[in-house]
């Protein structure tokens, strides 16, 4: 069963560091997400992408992060420089594109990147 | 706007018996509606979803919903919980967006 990939599973760094998280969605998936997830609470929208371009950046606090899909297939969201606040769950998922229509199609979720600002 | 909200952040459940998690929604339009489960150290799943055709929807692993416009309400039910079903649930409302509810932590006393 095809699956999202997503490295690496834990990463623990100090503040003021630089850190990398990595999807590879299924194959074929034209539209991937990176979501942030805070302990306790449910998973938040960072960025959307449509193939290579992004569709939805609106939450993405653009200041120290940056996130892209060069070849609109696996992705890299990258935090510069991390602060303590940025601890949680990243969530990577991917699905069919809706040809525009808006409608859904169902996210399929990766397992995770836990991110521990020290 | 449009969100949910889960009235448990936690719930406790014998082996066996049955199981009733909580999402009230707000909406100005007919919502599309989900219930994604969990597990510790694996990726969300798709349990179920609403889109505006029956409103007695049917997951996997036995679970259901039932959208009551109504209530604004979209509760997940179960007649039987079993051990595997400890995880955490989240009520979420949207199409392409999707916009999650806090969660609810399901947990199973054998």
């Known amino acids: 069963e095809a699956e999202v990939a997503q490295s690496p599973r834990y990463k623990i760094t100090e503040k003021s560091q630089a850190v990398a998280f990595w999807c590879d969605p299924i194959?074929?998936?034209?539209?991937l997400y990176w979501y942030r997830q805070i302990l306790g609470q449910g998973p938040e929208l960072l960025v959307q992408?449509?193939?290579?371009?992004?569709?939805?950046d609106s939450q993405l606090p653009k200041d120290r992060f940056s996130a892209e899909r060069l070849k609109g297939v696996d992705s890299t969201l990258k935090i510069q420089p991390a602060e303590l606040g940025d601890s949680a769950m990243y969530l990577c998922?991917?699905?069919?594109?809706?040809?525009?229509?808006?409608?859904?199609?169902?996210?399929?979720f990766g397992p995770g990147t836990r991110l521990t600002v020290l | 706007a449009q969100s949910v909200t889960q009235l448990d952040s936690h719930v406790s459940v014998s082996e066996g018996t049955p199981v009733l998690l909580r999402c009230n929604y707000s909406?100005?339009?007919?919502?599309?509606l989900f219930w994604y489960v969990q597990h510790p150290n694996k990726g969300l799943q798709l349990l179920l979803k609403y889109t505006s055709a029956a409103t007695l929807v049917k997951g996997i692993n036995g679970f259901e919903a039932e959208f009551k416009k109504s209530e604004t309400s979209f509760h997940l039910t179960k007649p039987s919980a079993h051990m595997s079903d400890a995880a955490e649930y989240f009520c979420v409302f949207g199409n392409e967006k999707l916009t999650f509810g806090t969660g609810t932590r399901l947990t199973i006393i054998p």
């Open positions: 998922a991917s699905s069919l594109w809706d040809g525009g229509t808006g409608s859904y199609n169902e996210q399929f």
């Open positions: 194959s074929g998936h034209a539209t």
């Open positions: 992408f449509q193939d290579e371009s992004v569709v939805d």
């Open positions: 909406s100005s339009y007919s919502p599309s």
